[in-house]
C-alpha cells in the first residue's frame, strides 16, 4: 500500500513538474514492466507444474507403499522404482526452471530500469545542451523517476507471491 501511494505521488508530482517528460516516461516505464508481466505468468505456469509433479510424486510413493507386498510378489520393484524417479525427475525439472525464473527476474528488471532512466537523462541532457526549460526543473524530475524504481521493485516482488498463491488455489 505504501509503495502504491509513494508510486502514484511521484508520477503526480511528475505530471505537475514537466508534462512532456512525462510522457516520455509513461511510455517508457510501461516497457519495462513487460518482462515482470512476462516473468509472473511464467512463474505461474512453472509452480502449477512443479504442483502436479509434487502431487504425482506423492501418489506413486503412496501406491508403492500401499502395495509393497503386491510389488514385492510380482518383482515389480524395479519399474515402481523406475516411476518414482521419474516423477522425481519431473519434479526437480519444474524446480529449476522455478528457481531460473526467480534468478532471471532481478537482473533483467535491473537492466530495464536502468534502461528507462538512460533515456530519461539523455532527453534531459539533450533539453539543457540546448537551454531549454529550467535545469532545477529537470534534475527533480530526474529525481522523481529514480525514487519511482525502488516502489516498482518491489511491487514486483509482491507479483512473486502472488502467482505462487494463484497457482495454489
Known amino acids: 500500500l505504501r509503495d502504491s501511494a509513494m508510486l502514484l505521488s511521484l508520477l503526480s508530482y511528475c505530471v505537475i513538474a514537466s508534462p512532456k517528460l512525462s510522457l516520455i516516461t509513461l511510455v517508457t516505464v510501461p516497457g519495462a514492466g513487460i518482462p515482470l508481466i512476462l516473468f509472473s505468468r511464467w512463474l505461474h505456469r512453472v509452480t502449477k507444474k512443479a504442483q502436479d509433479s509434487q502431487g504425482g510424486l506423492g501418489t506413486i510413493a503412496h501406491e508403492a507403499m500401499a502395495g509393497h507386498a503386491v510389488v514385492a510378489s510380482f518383482g515389480a520393484a524395479e519399474s515402481e522404482s523406475g516411476r518414482f524417479l521419474e516423477a522425481c525427475k519431473r519434479y526437480m525439472q519444474m524446480m529449476r526452471r522455478s528457481y531460473?525464473?526467480?534468478?532471471?527476474?532481478?537482473?533483467?528488471?535491473?537492466?530495464?530500469?536502468?534502461?528507462?532512466?538512460?533515456?530519461?537523462?539523455?532527453?534531459?541532457?539533450?533539453?539543457?545542451?540546448?537551454q531549454e526549460g529550467a535545469m532545477a526543473e529537470y534534475i527533480?524530475?530526474?529525481?522523481?523517476?529514480?525514487?519511482?524504481?525502488?516502489?516498482?521493485k518491489r511491487l514486483g516482488r509482491v507479483t512473486e507471491h502472488v502467482e505462487i498463491g494463484r497457482a495454489h488455489v
Do not use: C, D, Q, T
Open 140 to 152: 527533480s524530475f530526474f529525481v522523481a523517476v529514480a525514487l519511482m524504481y525502488e516502489p516498482i
Open 100 to 130: 531460473l525464473n526467480w534468478a532471471l527476474r532481478s537482473p533483467v528488471m535491473e537492466v530495464m530500469g536502468a534502461g528507462v532512466i538512460a533515456v530519461v537523462l539523455g532527453y534531459i541532457a539533450g533539453k539543457s545542451a540546448h
